[in-house]
């Protein structure tokens, strides 16, 4: 049978029964479109059809849907997850535009803010979790610990929630005040630790490990120890391979600020294992210069910065550090939401005022790729855009 009307909608059954697992839905939207063409054309509508199916696919593309739509392919549609969990990654791409100079580099930034909590640290959060539970390490009924700038917690948070485990985190006044909610949101029994005036110091990082540690003394803790926890590469080397996928031409190079440093290693483990040779290069803030000089110093940049060599950070992985001007990376975070409608946070301004310096150097025909990190929502209550 060609094609469905309403006459024939009864056969359907029959036809979802034959078809295989993954394609049946795909089937029932073409059945659903025919029939409502055949219902369309009995009643004399010139009608539209408008396709909002999340599985549609070139199947559906094929045969059975006008010539006018417009359906992405297989792969680029979103999917339906039987729950939270399964809907991390997949994120997309965009190129930038208008703050890329001419004669620069293409530059393209992958929106992690698409994932559940609005940030890439979903992806290690789950990775962590599972890596765990795949060991015996993590078993129902125990309390998972951390310590997090905020981010890392949100994304246990919400991992936590779905899988049932109690999330005891200790963070600071540090931290957006809407990733600390978030945290409370996912039902984490939170400790916020007083830092130096909303700033980042070298001793704030020892002092939120030092509590972990005393909850992760506790019986029946996992501590996540995000800092030396190497699962959280599992989770991001997938970033690496859905570049590839996406990317319709080679990446030059890769560039990322570093914290725990899990992003880019994992990243830079990805891009390798599919094949690719592009260059690794890492940022920090230029007030903390610890990986490009040594010296620890104070910013307020979250999540990246800690003031000392990250033990996830691992030479072979990357090709060159560079030190990034706080105050650009606040800049180029309001300009992206200005100018490209891409509202990230400051660690994202960063990757991008860090991604156009080597773009102008590397100059036209050459491609620069970083990551939004996170979304601007976060910090909304901050100085970010409050001017
Ligand atoms: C907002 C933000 N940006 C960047 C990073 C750095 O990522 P990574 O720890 O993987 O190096 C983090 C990590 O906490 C973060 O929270």
Known sequence: MDRYTADNLANWNAVVGKAGCNSHRHRLLG?????ARDTADRLGVDARFVVSDLYASPLTTGSMIPQRQQIPPMGETMRVGTSMTDVVGNTPVVQLHKVVPNGAADVF????????????KDRMALAMIE???RRG???????????TGGSTGSSLGYVCAVKGYKLKVVSSDASAEEKLRTMRAFGADLTVLKSDGGMVTPDLHDRLIDQASKF???????WTDQLNNADSL????????ELLEQMDRPIDVFCAAVGTAGLAMGVSAGLAEGGSDARIV???????PFITKGEAGTHGVEGIGIGFRPPLLDERRYDEARAIDESDGRAMARRLAAEEGLLAGISTGLNVTGAIDIAKELGPEHTVVTVAVDTGLKYLAGDLFST
Do not use: H
């Open 234 to 241: 599992v989770g991001y080397r997938t970033i690496g391979l």
């Open 131 to 133: 890596e765990a539970e």
């Open 137 to 147: 390490d993590l078993r129902p009924g125990m309390t998972v610990v951390e310590y």
């Open 31 to 35: 059945i659903a479109l025919d029939v």
């Open 109 to 120: 930034v992958k929106l992690e803010w698409f994932n559940p909590t609005g940030s890439y």
């Open 282 to 288: 890492i940022f920090e803030p230029a007030s903390t």
């Open 216 to 222: 992760a003394a506790e019986p029946d803790t996992y």
